[in-house]
């Protein structure tokens, strides 16, 4: 079992950077595939981006050179860095650990961009 806890979220203007962290309760962090997930109202959830434990890392489409994942192992801590965000990059940022087809999931947390 691992329970995931993010922070980091809130109002921002176009343009603006956030960067969400994810703490980890777990002593096999470092077993576990770490992503960030987004939801917009209506809108299904959707990848922004995974960090696997073989180093490599896979980014959704739309935020590309924006977004940076990255992970502390000694901290137990995935963060996401958002540059350039734009207003429909609002929606609620889900943090994700999974091994195998075992996903765990925080509580998530908003991000809104706006002027």
């Known amino acids: 079992q691992v329970h995931l806890v993010e922070s980091g979220g809130g109002l921002v203007q176009p343009g603006g950077s956030l960067r969400l962290s994810c703490a980890a309760s777990?002593?096999?962090?470092?077993?576990?595939?770490l992503g960030w997930y987004r939801q917009a109202p209506e809108n299904a959830r959707e990848l922004v981006a995974e960090?696997?434990?073989?180093?490599?890392?896979n980014y959704g489409d739309p935020v590309k050179g924006r977004f940076t994942i990255s992970r502390d192992n000694a901290k137990k801590m995935v963060y996401l860095q958002m540059n350039n965000l734009k207003p429909e990059d609002t929606a609620v940022y889900y943090c994700?650990?999974?091994?195998?087809?075992?996903?765990?999931w925080g509580q998530g947390t908003q991000v809104t961009v706006s002027s």
């Open positions: 994700n650990a999974r091994v195998a087809s075992t996903n765990y």
């Open positions: 777990t002593n096999f962090f470092r077993s576990y595939n």
């Open positions: 960090l696997r434990i073989d180093g490599s890392i």
